[in-house]
């Protein structure tokens, strides 16, 4: 059983920064970040292979954020900048294989929730 613990959500002001962490138990998955709007379905983010030599982002989410691997702690990050009010969701972090979509990753976080004003 993985267990991920997220954190690092909260209330940012629009072009603010923020980072998320997910601290995972057990190694040799993949990561991955999905975020969840009220009233819309959970969209891919961004992953990282198990390796931590790979990732992958959502086209429309690149260049503002980054995901980052630390393999020593087992934990990944979410670098989120230029924050804008359509990136208000419940931020999940997962763990399975190597996909974009949420049936692809078998355990999941209990997801931190981001705020962002304008």
């Known amino acids: 059983q993985v267990q991920l613990v997220e954190s690092g959500g909260g209330l940012v002001q629009a072009g603010g920064s923020l980072r998320l962490s997910c601290a995972a138990s057990?190694?040799?998955?993949?990561l991955g970040w999905f975020r969840q709007a009220p009233g819309k379905e959970r969209e891919f983010v961004a992953a990282?292979?198990?390796?931590?030599?790979?990732?992958r982002y959502a086209d429309s989410l690149k260049g503002r954020f980054t995901i980052s691997r630390d393999s020593a702690k087992n934990t990944v990050y979410l670098q989120m900048n230029s924050l804008k009010p359509e990136d208000t969701a419940v931020y999940y972090c997962?763990?399975?294989?190597?996909?974009?979509?949420?049936?692809?990753?078998?355990?999941w976080g209990q997801g931190t929730q981001v705020t962002v004003s304008s």
């Open positions: 990282i292979h198990w390796s931590g030599g790979v990732t």
């Open positions: 997962a763990a399975g294989a190597w996909g974009m979509t949420p049936v692809e990753y078998t355990y």
């Open positions: 057990g190694r040799d998955f993949s």
